[in-house]
């Protein structure tokens, strides 16, 4: 199956020099479908501007994941320039 995303939950921000792709609600819907696709496909007004290979996706968030529930059970913080009270 393949899922359409629209502009109102997708949206292109500047990172530093570069221009990222966000999605306003990044939920267990939204990460199964970037583990389970082989590609991600963006177009803007009409034609498609790229495709973008998901190639290891699937193990990466699974990694990601891991990492999130051991902080979670040290006591640590996922949000981004907080660290725990043990970490140097």
Do not use: N
Not at 16 to 22: A, N, P, T
Not at 42 to 67: E, K, R, T, W
């Amino acid at each position: 199956m393949i899922r359409r995303y629209t502009t109102a939950s997708l949206q292109l921000s500047p990172w530093g020099d570069r221009v990222v792709l966000g999605h306003t609600d990044v939920g267990a819907e939204f990460v199964g479908d970037i583990m389970e696709k082989a590609g991600l496909r963006i177009y803007y007004g009409g034609p498609q501007m790229v495709h973008l290979s998901l190639g290891d996706s699937h193990d990466a968030l699974h990694q990601l994941i891991d990492c999130q529930k051991a902080m979670m059970e040290a006591g640590g913080s996922s949000k981004p320039g907080v660290r725990p009270a043990g970490d140097p």
